[in-house]
């Protein structure tokens, strides 16, 4: 025995059921907007939603996986031209139930399922309030990230600058030790003159 679908059974079988909605998906199609009782509709939505979904792929083989379910073919061309184009900015969300109250015979639930075919608009995104803990937890990582970049910086300055001294520095001790020979050479020079003076 066939395992039973989710939700209320509709029609007289399963094969009864599958065109049931079938026919309610081509009419949904064509006249973007149907009323019927609120368990057909609540039924509908996943199998239309599932068949926009191949519409907006756009290629042959969903066409020919569309044509499977609806049988008329103007309506799956009105499908892939007309509504596809409409929706391809939408992620989901494609038709919509809206509850209209109680048949007047029956009193069974009614509901107006449609096809939501407005452009989309992205949201603004809300600025956090400043007083939030976790914006104040960014800036410090922020922080920490700005100290260390300058600690980088101020490595690579110290070891531009000692690079730079060396050369410096070897001057310096070549200089001094120069200073140091002349000096000796004065101070010899002196000591001769001295003794010269002396005898």
Partial sequence: MP??????????GPAHERLLLANLAASLFTHKSIQTTEAKAKRLRPIAERLITFAKRGDLHARRRVLAVIKDKSVVHELFTQIAPLVAEREGGYTRIIKTGFRKGD??????IELVLEPVTPKAKKAKPAAAAAPVEEPEAVATDDAAEEAVVAEAEAADTEAAEAPAEAEATE???EETEA???ETKADAEETKADAE
């Avoid at 039973?4 to 007289?12: H, M, V």
């Avoid at 009193?107 to 107006?112: G, K, M, Q, R, S």
Wanted: charged share 20%; aromatic share 0%; proline share 18%.
């Fill in 183 to 185: 000096a000796a050479e």
């Fill in 175 to 177: 200089a001094p030790a």
């Fill in 107 to 112: 009193n069974a639930p009614l509901a107006v």
């Fill in 3 to 12: 395992k039973p679908t989710k939700g209320p059974r509709l029609g007289g």
